[in-house]
């Protein structure tokens, strides 16, 4: 059993994931690296081991209860326990009004943004009160989740569901010492944000780039958010300092969306 803390983190195969789960690595946790893709997961696996960290990986879906299950069970069969659970998966879905919104684009979207956080929880939750000594359960949040944007009005509402499952749990868990909070990032320079800007091309007439730099251009600091500026936030709420803390949904943006 390691005697370190123990951190899973699914869609941490690359981007945000990724960055976070290798700033909890360097703060000297045990690192349980999860995603669907398999040749990207088995590539940051082998990073990760060359640069010294305690690593393992499970390759699984979140939108499926089984697979979270099993990835919670993976990281205590290997580590011996759970100390936080990070529910960072997620995609962008499909881009355009909400007028032509597909009903297939609009399951899979539900599927991985709110089913797979409330299957994350599920599981991280059952295995934190069998230890019985608490834990921190953390989840992917958005802008989007605090406010509805245009041509994303699908993706809004799977976050603004985040939302609510996060102070939900947050209530529900509290009493088992597990506290339940989100990051709520703005506009990061990562594939996801790549994969929209070719998307509002279709819809806003837009070249290549112009969509981001539109949706960045209102930043208060003056820039895009990178991964790393995620993972600032996210290693405060993984550590003890963020104890006294459960239900809130934090804004990490540069300075968009006021609260």
């Keep these: 059993m390691s005697e370190k803390k123990v951190a899973v983190i699914t869609g941490s195969g690359q981007g945000i994931g990724k960055a976070l789960a290798e700033r909890l690595a360097n703060e000297e946790f045990t690192i349980v690296l999860s995603d669907i893709n398999e040749e990207i997961l088995t590539e940051t696996e082998n990073e990760f081991r060359k640069n010294g960290f305690e690593v393992t990986s499970f390759i699984g879906n979140v939108a499926k209860p089984e697979d979270q ?147 960045t251009e209102g930043i208060a600091l003056g820039r895009s958010q990178t991964a790393e500026d995620v993972a600032n936030l996210v290693s405060f709420l993984a550590s003890s300092n963020s104890d006294y803390m459960t239900g809130q949904n934090i804004i990490t943006d540069g300075g968009m969306v006021f609260n």
Aim: charged share 20%; hydrophobic share 40%.
């Design 69 to 215: 299950a099993a990835l919670v069970q993976h990281a205590v069969d290997t580590f011996g326990r759970l100390d936080v659970f990070i529910n960072n998966a997620g995609v962008e879905g499909q881009v355009g009004p909400l007028t032509s919104a597909d009903p297939k684009a609009v399951d899979f979207t539900l599927d991985v943004n709110v089913k797979g956080v409330i299957y994350g929880i599920q599981a991280a939750a059952n295995q934190m009160k069998k230890q019985g000594s608490g834990g921190k359960i953390i989840n992917a949040c958005s802008i989007a989740g605090q406010e509805g944007f245009e041509m994303l009005g699908v993706y809004s509402a799977s976050k603004f569901a985040v939302k609510g499952l996060t102070q939900t749990a947050a209530k529900e868990l509290a009493p088992f010492k597990i506290t339940v909070n989100s990051y709520c990032p703005g506009i990061v320079g990562t594939g996801m944000w790549e994969r929209l800007d070719e998307k509002m091309m279709e819809h806003m007439g837009t070249k290549k780039g112009e969509a981001f730099a539109k949706f």
